[in-house]
């Protein structure tokens, strides 16, 4: 990987003692600054930034390097001016090596002229005769190394303070954004890991749990054809086939539910585009209302909020007979309440299975039963609680309520 081509602003900084580089200085850190916060590729970054810090030590080459996950090592990004046989042969040292590893350990810019480990290292005749002194500059975060840039100079003079405080500068901003996109990779392993868990525990409890079910009716369906039972026969069968149908209609909501993700821009953003193909894929007409100003919510709340909703206004389509429905998010005192309702038959047989205590009862309405217990799980997941009601001029209503913030408990 090479860094930028040579017409970037930083091109010629006047570096003399004197300090009158203040101000390029600043613009080399403002534009730092300024690509942290939207640079995702952070090794393009930092080989990015090479031909900068090879300009400012007056170098002739340079290398960039990365602390492996094993932490003992320096992994090579980018590197410019330096023979091939040394690249490959720099392309993965220890933290320790050298001056390097002096430099790591003192948590500073560090000048050097001796370089013989180096020559002894490569082999070759780049730090015998092409490179007469290094600078190594640390990019750490909070006293932790993150990586390193070594700059080869072709003449051995004494490094500036001013340019020793800039480099220090430097290495603590491009530290900051390692330790951030590190940070920003652990958190995107966790939402992943925690994605897993919530659909192996949706599948446990709807559709496993529906599988079970068929596999104790089976076997009284068995024994009622060994008893030539005709009745009894009809009874389970039946059964059988409910809970079949339950289960495969669960199990393609549950593939929708897992391939319809969060909008990136986030919750209200994600319920105008699950309003807007309601109608298209139901034949139900669905009124979306924002009438919020300001949402406060961590994103893991707003996936549970929007899990939620997604799975009362799939109630809708299954089970309401309705013509219209609306879904409105509002603030209510403390809370935010999500509503949906519609213009349908009611929900006497849902409210029977939402007001159920107990164990595990004879229903045909199982996917109702897990759907329901599953909201209300996401909805005391993040401190919120679900109401179901039928409403007095006809049609039913579910009402989330929860509360700003957002942390997601269990």
């Known amino acids: 990987m090479n860094g930028p081509d040579d017409s970037t602003p930083q091109e010629h900084l006047d570096l003399d003692p004197s300090g009158s580089y203040t101000l390029e200085a600043l613009h080399v850190l403002g534009e730092i600054s300024s690509n942290l916060a939207d640079e995702d590729d952070l090794d393009e970054l930092l080989g990015r930034f090479l031909g900068t810090m090879i300009r400012l030590a007056k170098a002739d080459a340079g290398v960039v390097r990365v602390l492996t996950s094993d932490g003992q090592h320096l992994r090579m990004v980018a590197s410019r001016g330096l023979p091939p046989a040394v690249v490959e042969k720099e392309r993965l040292v220890s933290r320790d090596c050298g001056q390097c590893g002096i430099a790591i350990g003192q948590n500073r810019p560090l000048f050097e002229i001796d370089l013989k480990g180096c020559a002894e290292r490569t082999g070759g005749d780049f730090f015998k005769s092409g490179c007469q002194a290094m600078v190594v500059v640390p990019l750490s975060n909070a006293g932790r190394l993150l990586g390193t840039y070594n700059l080869f100079l072709p003449e051995a003079f004494e490094l500036p303070e001013e340019v020793a405080l800039l480099f220090r500068s430097i290495g603590e901003h491009l530290g900051m954004a390692l330790e951030n996109a590190r940070l920003k990779r652990e958190n995107l392993?966790?939402?992943?890991?925690?994605?897993?868990?919530?659909?192996?525990?949706?599948?446990?409890?709807?559709?496993?749990?529906?599988?079970?079910?068929?596999?104790?009716?089976?076997?009284?369906?068995?024994?009622?054809?060994?008893?030539?039972?005709?009745?009894?026969?009809?009874?389970y069968a039946g059964d059988v086939g409910q809970a079949l149908d339950d289960a495969y209609g669960h199990l393609r909501?549950?593939?929708?539910?897992?391939?319809?993700?969060?909008?990136?821009?986030?919750?209200?953003?994600?319920?105008?585009?699950?309003?807007?193909?309601?109608?298209?894929?139901?034949?139900?007409?669905?009124?979306?209302?924002?009438?919020?100003?300001?949402?406060?919510?961590?994103?893991?709340?707003?996936?549970?909020?929007?899990?939620?909703?997604?799975?009362?206004?799939?109630?809708?389509?299954?089970?309401?007979?309705?013509?219209?429905?609306?879904?409105?998010?509002?603030?209510?005192?403390?809370?935010?309440?999500?509503?949906?309702?519609?213009?349908?038959?009611?929900?006497?047989?849902f409210l029977a299975i939402a007001n159920r205590v107990g164990g595990f009862e004879e229903h045909p309405g199982l996917r109702d039963h897990f759907g329901l217990a599953i909201m209300r799980e996401r909805a005391e997941k993040i401190g919120g609680h679900l109401e179901v009601a039928n409403l007095v001029q006809g049609g039913f209503r579910v009402r989330l309520s929860f509360p700003p913030g957002g942390g997601v408990s269990g």
């Open 189 to 235: 392993r966790i939402v992943l890991t925690s994605e897993r868990q919530m659909m192996a525990a949706e599948i446990h409890d709807s559709l496993a749990q529906t599988l079970a079910y068929m596999k104790m009716r089976m076997a009284m369906l068995n024994d009622a054809i060994a008893e030539q039972s005709l009745e009894r026969t009809a009874k």
């Open 253 to 349: 909501e549950l593939l929708v539910q897992f391939r319809s993700r969060m909008d990136p821009m986030g919750l209200q953003h994600a319920l105008q585009g699950l309003a807007c193909g309601f109608q298209e894929r139901t034949g139900i007409a669905l009124r979306y209302e924002n009438k919020l100003t300001d949402l406060r919510l961590a994103p893991e709340a707003e996936s549970q909020v929007f899990h939620i909703l997604q799975e009362a206004l799939a109630n809708v389509a299954r089970h309401s007979g309705a013509t219209e429905a609306s879904m409105t998010l509002e603030a209510a005192g403390d809370y935010y309440n999500a509503t949906i309702e519609d213009n349908g038959r009611g929900g006497q047989g």
